[in-house]
């Protein structure tokens, strides 16, 4: 699916791209619909990164065991043992 979103939505909402992607992801994850690694891939950061600026917001990481297996997998694939 391909979302398109004009450059006079992004000034009206005084958003650049990157910014939005970034709220979208926040957004998500918040409502437990984007895991830790969804949301810091969908954001274009790493999760350090993206879990750094869910502390400056005082949001906090709700972490399962569906969200360790997925990093263990994601570890695994790039030979992190």
Request: hydrophobic share 45%.
């Amino acid at each position: 699916m391909t979302l398109v979103i004009s450059d006079e939505v992004l000034q009206t909402i005084q958003l650049s791209e990157s910014e939005l992607l970034t709220e979208i992801a926040i957004l998500l994850f918040e409502q437990e619909r984007f895991t830790l690694g969804q949301a810091s891939r969908f954001a274009k950061m790493n999760q350090l990164q993206f879990q750094r600026l869910l502390a400056s917001r005082q949001i906090p990481l709700h972490y399962d065991i569906a969200e360790l297996r997925e990093d263990v997998k994601s570890l695994e694939a790039n030979n992190w043992r």
